[in-house]
Nanobody, 115 residues
Framework: EVQLVESGGGLVQAGGSLRLSCAAS????????IGWFRQAPGKEREGVSCISSSDGSTYYADSVKGRFTISSDNAKNTVYLQMNSLKPEDTAVYYC????????WGQGTQVTVSS
């Protein structure tokens, strides 16, 4: 059974930091691209960042470049999203996604940034 379990969300003041984790199981981790998406109330889900588990290449949305860092620990089948200099507009539910022809989603973790 494929599982993606996010953790690390919470409430933080603007300018603060959080680290999200996505623990994956049930599939061959190295074959997949793992990404983070977010969805704010009343808005569409948007891509934030992703990483290729095979070669480590990364992508960042313009809105988070220079503030967020994605990394992967293949030995633990876990992907992290280090979020620094958080802004109120980063408030959203953050979802982990694994993609290799088929997409899998986690249940989401809430990130709230107060001003």
């Amino acid at each position: 059974e494929v599982q993606l379990v996010e953790s690390g969300g919470g409430l933080v003041q603007a300018g603060g930091s959080l680290r999200l984790s996505c623990a994956a199981s049930g599939f061959t981790f190295d074959d997949y691209a793992i990404g983070w998406f977010r969805q704010a109330p009343g808005k569409e889900r948007e891509g934030v960042s992703c990483i290729s588990s095979s070669d480590g290449s990364t992508y960042y949305a313009d809105s988070v470049k220079g503030r967020f860092t994605i990394s992967s620990d293949n030995a633990k089948n876990t992907v992290y999203l280090q979020m620094n200099s958080l802004k109120p507009e980063d408030t959203a539910v953050y979802y982990c996604n694994a993609y290799h022809y088929t997409a899998y989603w986690g249940q989401g973790t809430q990130v709230t940034v107060s001003s």
